[in-house]
């Protein structure tokens, strides 16, 4: 398949640099007003790389009631005067998307690898993220220089794959190509007592071969990250009346643009916020030429 390397409920869902305002989507409204948090700190209060993780969509327009009054209790990354920051996710998989399968069928033991790109920063990363028996999410990652092949796997990153792996006792693969590729806007709100870290979506476009697809511009995708039950903000949310999503960037724009490919574990969250898939074109560089 073609891959365009990256350039460097019950709540109702209805239908500060050069790539500034983004095609991906501005800051979600109601961020603002938290206190802004170094890369240091985000790191020392919230680093959370062992989790569970629970997501859900949610309106823009309630995003301002979300985190009202917040102002005490939870802090924003912020890097160079920015709080958002463009993303861009190249997943690899084996030739029949083992990763996708087993992610659907909701083995307990399964894996996902994928080489992340911080846009604003130039900094690439290849991550690998296991998920064990209890759920627990572990995610591991090297940096890699940016002139590295996003798209395929090099002796560097085959050798870190097969270690990370073998820990958890998951076989490796003998191949792993490109499937799809991710691009949004994320934005981190992280609780100042360490107990949670929730990542702002927006703009999500997913690409695969000759199409892709957008999710609407109106909704967001928050992702709580804890190490226990239910936090702050997931209560929060629950008296606005959202549930958890069952959701996954990579398997939504999998099962999106492969219609042959059976979604029914994301259906439901894919069609609150998914627009229909359309042509391929390279948002971020249409943007550049504007």
């Known amino acids: ?25 501005p800051m979600p409204p109601g961020l603002e007003r938290l206190r802004p948090l170094s890369l240091a700190e985000t790191n020392e209060r ?28 939870f802090g924003v990354l ?3 005067g920015r709080t958002s920051f463009l993303y861009s996710s190249t997943y690899l998989d084996t030739p029949d998307l083992r990763t996708f399968h087993d992610h659907r069928q909701g083995r307990r033991l399964r894996y996902k690898v994928r080489t992340r790109t911080y846009l604003d920063t130039g900094t690439r990363m290849f991550e690998v993220k296991t998920k064990g028996a209890r759920g627990i999410t572990d995610k591991v990652r090297i940096e890699l220089p940016m002139e590295t092949p996003e798209d395929r796997l090099t002796p560097r990153t085959r050798r870190f794959l097969d270690r990370t792996l073998d820990r958890c ?19 981190t709100v992280v609780s100042l007592s360490g107990l949670e870290r929730v ?31 239910l936090t702050p903000t997931e209560r929060r949310l629950h ?29 439901r969250a894919m069609g609150l916020c998914l627009d229909h898939p359309e042509p391929r074109r390279d948002l971020l560089a249409e943007r550049r030429g504007a």
Request: glycine residues 10%; proline residues 7%; contains cysteine.
């Open 169 to 187: 006792r998951l076989g490796s693969p003998d191949t792993l190509t490109a499937s799809a590729v991710t691009d949004y806007r994320r934005s």
């Open 199 to 229: 990542t702002v979506d927006t703009g999500l476009v997913g690409y695969r071969g000759d199409r892709m697809v957008r999710m609407r511009p109106d909704v967001v995708l928050l992702e709580i990250k804890t190490r226990g039950g």
């Open 1 to 25: 398949m073609s891959v365009r390397p990256s350039p460097a409920p019950t709540g109702s869902l209805a239908a500060g640099n050069d790539l500034d305002p983004s095609p991906l989507g």
């Open 239 to 267: 008296e606005l009346g959202f549930r958890e999503a069952r959701f996954s960037k990579y398997a939504a724009a999998l099962a999106a643009l492969e219609p042959g490919l059976r979604g029914n574990r994301w259906l």
């Open 46 to 73: 919230a680093s959370l790389v062992t989790r569970t993780c629970r997501k859900y969509l949610v309106p823009v327009s309630s995003m301002s009631d979300l985190f009202a009054g917040a102002e005490r209790d």
């Open 78 to 80: 912020e890097i160079g």
